[in-house]
């Protein structure tokens, strides 16, 4: 989703991510961190601009994880350091306390700061390390995936009372409040409360969620992730627009979010809305969220080849209804499905980011060629391609 530093980054040093966040700090504080904490990206199988709705998604978490080491200090400041920038960063709770003083990546640590602090916690001043193999700006969450790990490192070095079911909720008010991004709280609780093996069913509004048996291996199956390599343009407005679009029609509809607008009632409210672009808005809201539904209770049964054609559906209100891919993604679908995907989407906010495909194990590799070919015709810039398995949420690792 939106506020992901869209700055390509440089390229990540080598070696496991756990190692390399604890390189970091001992070459930046010159001692042992007190634990490391990681948090997964993540992929949306199905539920796009439904989160903000109150509506319902269905995401996983993803093996790539960002990993932070930490140790408390004595005085209440924070330093920082990335590997995706050598010069660490430190504030003071004037920073924090203040939305938007602290730019850039460090934005969304001061924001995890911000947002215990908001809620009456004694935050523990702090020196992080962080290291990620979550790609930044490809659609993966890289963003939620920094707020949950730091927003664990803090709870353990402050000994804090916090039980894990709110923690979605303070890492979506640090990305809304501090950093400036209106996300819904689909990314940090895909994070925070994913399950190998599982998707996520969450229900926006109450915060409930199920996890769903998402077994690909046991099924002969793959889900490719595809970075289209096109950089995601969300500062540029349009995702804050499209989420205006979607109040002002609930507004005009008479209901507190598009969730309350039923699917068999679909055509009715159209009929009410003055203008098509609003119209193409909240019909794709509306059955978007009945795919989500459709979606989980294929799985439920067992029949996870049966929700390809819904990706696809997914993707076409995405380019067609809400007007959110761009050509990268929609040649990475075209080529998967020729390909004999069972179904293709674009995953996350849009305008860049992730293509997944759902495809038979034995012809992952193929599909992955004919993208990349797809893409040498048009001349775009090669994509990367990964088969994903669901993952687990965010834990300490030592």
Known sequence: MTGRIVAAPPPAPPGDVAARATAGFRQRYGGEPAGRWAAPGRVNLIGEHTD?????????????RTVVAAAARA???WTVWSELDDD???FG??????????????????????????????VPGARLAVASDVPVGSGLSSSAAIEAAVLAALVDLGGLD??????PRLAQQAENDYVGAPTGIMDQSAVIR?????ALFLDCRSEEVEQIPFDLDAAGLAMLVIDSRAPHRHADGEYAARRRSC???ARALGVPALRDVPADGLDAALARLDDDETRRRVRHVVTE????????????AGRVRDIGPLLTASHTSMRDDFEITVPEVDTAVEAALAAGAYGARMTGGGFGGCVLALVEASAADAAAAAVAAAYAERGFAAPATVTALPAGGVTRLD
């Open 52 to 64: 903000y709705n109150d509506g319902f998604v269905l995401p996983f978490a993803l093996p790539l």
């Open 75 to 77: 005085d209440e400041r």
């Open 88 to 90: 660490p960063v430190e």
């Open 93 to 122: 709770p004037a920073e924090a306390d203040e939305p938007g003083r602290v730019t850039g990546w460090a934005a969304y640590v001061a924001g995890v700061v911000w947002a215990l602090r908001a809620a009456g916690h004694a």
């Open 162 to 167: 916090l039980p894990a079911q709110r923690w």
């Open 194 to 198: 994913g399950r190998p093996g599982h």
């Open 247 to 249: 109040e002002r029609a």
């Open 289 to 300: 969220d009945q795919r989500v539904l459709d979606s989980v209770a294929l799985l439920r």
